[in-house]
């Protein structure tokens, strides 16, 4: 039995979404702009050619999506050993706390081994530097970018092919293509 599409409501002023009514947006905290925007339309999605087979999750080899240690143990436990190969992870933390030195410090201590890419989208590169400098983190493994355009993020992990990428904020990133409007 299909579920029925939910209403969704919708800020006039920002676009924030939500699927229940609220006199005040939850964006851009306006007052009386959440209107009904209808369901969202069903996606179909066709089929692709299939580019591997499936195979019984006993011939998978776990080598490598095994934990590569960041160099800092209390992080290294968080994470359940390191960083995954290819896999992401979302760091946290109210302003001020060191989640930046943190990451700078994880960055340096990779660098040691392999290229690494830090991308910057709220401090400038020179103060980056400064702290790298501060913490002895410096290397020329070490590549710093001080951008917030996600298409020139990709052409810089295009151009030095980090074994780790570090984007400080995700937030500050923006898209040169405008996301999606929902269907009316």
Not at 27 to 47: D, H, I, L, R
Not at 62 to 74: Q, Y
Not at 86 to 91: A, E, I, M
């Amino acid at each position: 039995m299909a579920k029925a599409a939910k209403t969704t409501f919708r800020c006039a002023e920002c676009g924030w979404t939500t699927l229940k009514w609220v006199g005040r947006c939850g964006e851009c905290q306006a007052w009386g702009t959440v209107e009904e925007a209808g369901a969202p339309a069903p996606m179909a999605v066709a089929s692709a050619p299939v580019t591997s087979r499936a195979r019984p999750i006993t011939e998978i080899s776990v080598e490598s999506a095994e934990a590569v240690p960041t160099g800092v143990d209390e992080l290294d436990r968080v994470l359940g050993g390191g960083a995954v190969p290819g896999g992401v992870v979302l760091l946290a933390g109210e302003p001020g706390v060191g989640k930046s030195t943190l990451l700078l410090e994880v960055a340096a201590m990779r660098a040691a081994k392999a290229p690494v890419l830090y991308v910057t989208g709220e401090e400038s590169a020179g103060q980056v530097r400064l702290r790298a400098e501060r913490l002895g983190a410096l290397s020329d493994q070490l590549f710093l970018a001080a951008e917030t355009s996600v298409a020139t993020l990709a052409s810089h992990v295009d151009a030095v092919a980090p074994q780790l990428l570090i984007v400080d904020s995700v937030q500050t990133m923006v898209s040169p293509r405008p996301p999606e409007s929902p269907a009316a």
